[in-house]
């Protein structure tokens, strides 16, 4: 069955950089719509950034210092996270869907990992 794997979950210092990574089986990144999104205890889970070929979109919250790429050859997709605050503390899950618009809506999604762990202390 398909599979999305995230890794690269730590505790960093505020301002410090983590990069997470999302591996996909049975299903090919190159052609899907793939996304990250966090959650909280409490809260919605927040899309952060998406990707689709050449497409781009990241929540008002994290541009600029964060960067969504894929190495199409490893079938990875990953998030560069720099400038990291105490707000970005949450479990990190990827998405992968097939979704006509590849955005931020969780609707859209079909595949999702089982998340990994960011803490950032002040």
């Known amino acids: 069955q398909v599979q999305l794997v995230e890794s690269g979950g730590d505790s960093v210092q505020t301002g410090g950089s983590l990069t997470l990574a999302c591996a996909a089986s049975?299903?090919?990144?190159?052609?899907?719509?793939v996304g990250w999104f966090r959650q909280t205890p409490g809260k919605e889970r927040e899309g952060i950034a998406s990707?689709?070929?050449?497409?781009?979109v990241y929540a008002d919250s994290v541009k600029g210092r964060f960067t969504i790429s894929q190495d199409n050859a490893k079938n990875t997709v990953y998030l560069q996270m720099n400038s990291l605050q105490p707000e970005d503390t949450a479990v990190y899950y990827c998405a992968a869907g097939n979704q006509w618009v590849c955005d931020l809506r969780k609707a859209g999604f079909d595949y999702w990992g089982q998340g990994t762990q960011v803490s950032v202390g002040s």
């Open positions: 990707i689709r070929w050449s497409t781009i």
């Open positions: 049975r299903i090919s990144t190159s052609d899907r719509c």
